[in-house]
């Protein structure tokens, strides 16, 4: 039977074990941890409600902060880009294909800073090498920890669904004559 009781968010003992399981599983580029968790929960003795939807929300609030970490990365390297090398790469880096900043190549980059900055020298050239490079791998990292937190989300959700559903169906069942009810 599916528990609705209320439980406290600081001393919710599965929230808590799957919240270091998901940062185990950040550590580790993979769901393993959290999936074998999961695993064990539904061979025992499935979950309150409320402590999968106090976990959803926890995943919630980590993708808000990794996709503003992303647009951080973002905006940091555009802007400092823009001050210290003259150089626009709003083209290759728009604002709205965020997502995908891990996929720019920092070649395609340095090509087009070279093509609209020609006053860059070695050393410049060189710093401006690292710091794409830099920046892109921050962003892959980042992109690779909103995935696992998206793919944990939506697992956790379709878990509250299920669960709701069954809570609700054997809500349901108790009271045989309310099943008339409904049209």
Same mark, same amino acid.
Request: charge should be negative; aromatic fraction near 6%; glycine fraction near 2%.
């Given at each position: ?21 998901? &940062? ?6 993979? !769901? ?44 940091? +390297? ?18 709205? %294909?965020?997502?995908? !900043?891990? +996929?720019?190549?920092? &070649? ?30 921050? %962003? ?6 909103? *995935? ?8 956790? !959700?379709?878990?509250? &669904? ?11 069942? *108790? ?9």
């Amino acid at each position: 039977m599916v528990e609705l009781r209320v439980p406290d968010e600081d001393e919710d003992p599965l929230r808590l074990q799957a919240l270091d399981l998901f &940062d185990r599983c950040l550590d580790q580029g993979s !769901l393993t941890p959290i999936m074998s968790f999961i695993e064990e929960m539904l061979a025992d003795e499935p979950p309150a409600l409320d402590s999968l939807r106090s976990l959803a929300g926890d995943l919630q609030q980590r993708l808000f902060v990794l996709r503003t970490k992303l647009y951080n990365v973002r905006d940091k +390297l555009v802007s400092t880009l823009t001050t210290d090398f003259a150089l626009d790469v709003t083209p290759l880096m728009p604002a709205e %294909a965020l997502i995908r !900043l891990h +996929l720019v190549a920092a &070649d395609q980059v340095m090509d087009f800073a070279q093509m609209h900055n020609q006053h860059l020298n070695p050393h410049e050239l060189g710093t401006l090498q690292d710091m794409i490079t830099s920046a892109i791998s921050v %962003a892959a990292s980042i992109h690779r920890d909103v *995935e696992i937190t998206q793919s944990l989300h939506m697992l956790i !959700l379709d878990w509250l &669904d299920a669960f709701s559903a069954v809570a609700s169906r054997e809500y349901w069942d *108790e009271f045989p004559s309310r099943r008339g009810l409904l049209h």
